[in-house]
């Protein structure tokens, strides 16, 4: 692996491959076409470097230059204002307020639900798994009234929401073709950008063959 130093001059993001949180700011990186290194993290073998620059030795972790940058959210909202365009958030602040509860909700109803899936015991898996089913399902209606959620372009809260929907067959989830159609017709509208296509690791295309 490369020094600290040599990578200075680079923007480099620490990455779990199969990391629902690393996934989303791959996403952003590539909607923006970014050039950046990319470091694909063992979990049970992280490198030194990783935490000698995030105090909580966790990916994702964004160097760019002299800053390190930690938090899936924090990292994906300066990739949109350092890099502007294509634009990621709305420019409108009472728009921008209502994207950014969207995405709190999404970290806290859906992401939080992840660690107790993946890694709970049985009992906890099940239970957490039953609650995502269920809140991603109540969202259908939500998901049918614009082409991208709550919006007519494609935002930080679709690169939130898509790392989610795309894991659901790892989850154990199914999606209903009657109760969940706008859900799928999102799914296979955000699943076929060229950008998204782009994010996935080799362990996450392996998730949807």
Request: charged share 30%; with cysteine; proline share 8%.
């Amino acid at each position: 692996m490369a020094s600290l130093s040599s990578r200075r001059s680079v923007m480099t993001l620490f990455s779990a491959p199969d990391c629902a949180d690393s996934h989303r700011v791959r996403i952003v990186l590539a909607e923006k076409d970014i050039t950046v290194d990319i470091l694909n993290i063992n979990p049970d073998n992280k490198p030194e470097d990783l935490a000698e620059l995030n105090p909580y030795n966790t990916t994702p972790t964004l160097l760019d230059r002299d800053l390190v940058l930690y938090d899936a959210r924090i990292i994906m909202e300066y990739l949109d204002e350092r890099f502007p365009h294509p634009p990621l958030m709305p420019v409108d602040p009472v728009t921008r307020a209502h994207s950014r509860l969207a995405l709190f909700r999404i970290e806290k109803d859906w992401f939080s639900l992840v660690s107790d899936i993946e890694h709970g015991d049985d009992a906890s898996a099940s239970q957490a798994r039953k609650i995502l089913r269920e809140s991603v399902l109540s969202a259908a209606e939500v998901f049918s009234v614009k082409p991208y959620f709550l919006s007519d372009e494609f935002s930080l809260v679709d690169c939130t929401i898509a790392p989610i929907l795309w894991r659901l067959p790892k989850y154990g989830i199914d999606v209903p073709e009657k109760q969940g159609k706008p859900i799928l017709k999102y799914m296979e509208r955000v699943f076929s950008r060229d950008a998204f296509q782009q994010s996935l690791s080799k362990v996450e295309k392996s998730i949807r063959p």
